[in-house]
């Protein structure tokens, strides 16, 4: 029998894998989970896209051109210029959700064995678009003391080495809800001038700051060329299954190197793209963007006044995003959430995502987990509650660690 | 300025590239354009496909299982089995496109630098996926004159070295239209059973067949776990926008591996899955099948007889698909084509794909053109008319290459 490649026998599967079944099992059984471990929202998708998906006039199901619908990307412009960015349409290629950007900006900024600076904890995807692109994630630690913000220049600027091509980051963060501040991109922007960098700024969660105002890196006069945007419109419209996304620059380059990519693929899914033309022609459409950030909103309040209750664990309110990384009081959050999931008494339990997945640094993370508040109020409310007696009941038979 | 990675940079456009704003320009210039050049059948998706899209009960777009929704597997299932081939849910994996299966077969097979026979002519963006994933494509020149057909076993024997992993091919193959008959799948699978290596079948063709019976790579016994086989949607259901295809394969080796390629990318898009199984599920499904494959097997016949017509031109009747290599007489059939585009004569015209960009060896299929049959009878008829004038007019003004 033929053997399978080594690259592809031996990519990780995301730890959170492991998990997935003793969820289901437990659910067999009966259980209700909560589930505060995915970035999939509960929150209705828009009418306004689902009735453009609906009604759009297609006889022919075609493919789109491989940058994307043109009015579909007038619809990405129209979307920027209400942030202020003004952009042509051969800066902008549509791409089959956020992921697909990610790997494309991977693809053009890098050869095989090039580095990406990229502050930790992140996004464990970019472990496995990484891997496809051959490029090697060189992490930077941020620490939950500092809400996770950027530490001084001297820190980065240790990681750079010959190799190095871009630096990546998501902004607002996932997993850590930071959103950077003005002095922190300008950081940034330095050091990509300094040392011929790419900035790959990963801006899925725009819409949702509740602190501060976000900056794009779009937005940055001085860093023209360096800069790379990647977007989704999964996470604003509640549309992830829809696979549309997108690459930005306005380095010229960039974009002929994003679109030779972007050939052999073909194609993003057509009726997606009609479904934004629709929601972005639709007068109505900003509105329920800002309806959607005010309902993540009050659910982050209502998670850290709950969160607030249970004693031991430690966070910072997050600025952005719909994620929180929570400190907690066990030496092993894997073991715990295991735990949760297998043999905590009662009808309901909580999954969260274990620190670890999130950072490179082999160790850290061990104590964290992450929280995504996809829940409704009343779910969230009540997954605190379990999780703050589950955290009780464990500190009781929980394994200490050697200290 | 940062310099873009070479491996983008330098990732070639494919040839019709270079023509298309030609033909764009022609038709600013109030001309019409026969295509003749390209994959994207006219003919309405069918009624059934998108329903299932548009009346699909979502009220949060979300992601799918990143192996796909179970229905839209069971749908796939489903369809295998009227095929005669049963397979079990791991043995599928929904891709997003034809194209990303095969994207992760190779992947699958192979490792960077490893090595792949491919027959030629070929569907061009086989490059392109080989180069995603750094694997050497290997061709086997095949020939017009034998139908596009595998020649003897000792000269596909002589590509094989340590290196060589996977043979990759077409049934029915675009651009030839060849069928492979059962004692070539034999010759295929005993080549891969004595070297040890991957047979992928790019089968998404298999319902275009107007002579013989199509035999799947899966329904060939003695390969087992020797068979990928890649899947999609596009063509049968005249639906190409929607992005569904799939990977398949009873060796779960392969499709462990395939799994961890897919997650990356998080799913395919998940209205599309919807789309399907609302077709799979409606008892007329098979029947529009048929119709869909009855009207190209009207065009090819209408194709043949117009085109017997024209002086200088050889082909042989395509059993299969919907493409023809079709030789024509003259020295360089891309100048030809771009001469049609921009000198030609008269209201009409019509454009081709130049034969060259099918094949790897340099300087083959130089007087060869490929045809696809994706426009009604009646402009295919017209179309034929236009170019046998144009040939006719070329032949006083071209160029002759040096005797």
Same mark, same amino acid.
């Given at each position: 029998m033929p053997n399978v490649s080594r690259r592809s026998a031996t990519a990780p599967m995301s730890p959170i894998r492991r998990l997935v079944p003793l969820a289901n099992e437990a659910k067999r059984k009966g259980k209700k989970v909560y589930h505060l471990n995915i970035g999939q929202p509960d929150i209705p998708t828009p009418k306004e896209f689902l009735d453009g998906v609906r009604s759009a006039p297609v006889e022919v199901l075609a493919y789109s051109p491989s940058q994307g619908l043109p009015e579909a990307i007038e619809a990405f412009l129209s979307y920027y210029r209400e942030w202020g960015i003004t952009l042509s349409p051969e800066e902008i290629l549509i791409t089959t959700g956020g992921s697909e950007a990610v790997l494309f900006a991977l693809n053009v900024a890098c050869d095989p064995g090039d580095q990406v600076i990229v502050p930790e904890?992140?996004?464990?995807n970019y472990n496995g678009f990484s891997r496809l692109a051959e490029v090697e994630l060189v992490s930077l630690t941020t620490s939950r003391e500092d809400g996770f913000h950027l530490p001084p220049q001297e820190e980065i600027e240790r990681l750079i080495t010959a190799r190095t091509r871009a630096i990546l980051f998501s902004n607002p963060g996932n997993p850590t809800g930071a959103v950077y501040r003005e002095e922190e991109l300008g950081l940034l922007a330095e050091l990509a001038l300094k040392h011929d960098l790419f900035l790959i700024a990963d801006e899925v969660y725009r819409e949702f700051v509740y602190v501060g105002v976000h900056r794009s890196? =779009? +937005?940055? !006069?001085?860093l023209g060329n360096h800069a790379i945007m990647v977007d989704s419109i999964s996470k604003r419209l509640s549309?992830?299954?829809?696979?549309i996304g997108a690459i930005v620059s306005r380095n010229p380059k960039v974009m002929d190197a994003a679109r030779r990519c972007a050939m052999a693929r =073909? +194609?993003? !899914?057509t009726l997606e793209q009609l479904g934004l033309v629709a929601f972005m022609g639709h007068p109505r459409h900003r509105q329920v963007l800002q309806e959607m950030v005010e309902e993540y909103r009050r659910r982050r309040e209502v998670l850290a006044r709950e969160l607030?209750?249970?004693?031991?664990v430690s966070f910072q309110l997050p600025e952005g995003a719909f994620y929180m990384m929570l400190g907690l009081p066990v030496d092993d959050a894997e073991a715990f959430v295991r735990w949760m999931l297998t043999d905590f008494p009662g009808e309901e339990t909580v999954m969260l995502a274990p620190g670890e997945g999130f950072y490179k640094t082999p160790g850290l993370g061990r104590d964290e987990a992450r929280i995504a508040y996809v829940l409704n109020e009343h779910d969230l409310q009540r997954a605190c509650e379990v999780l703050k007696r589950g955290l009780e009941s464990y500190q009781e038979v929980a394994p200490k660690a050697p200290v």
């Open positions: 904890p992140f996004y464990p890196v =779009l +937005s940055l !006069p001085e549309a992830c299954g829809a696979r =073909l +194609s993003p !899914p607030a209750l249970i004693p031991g």
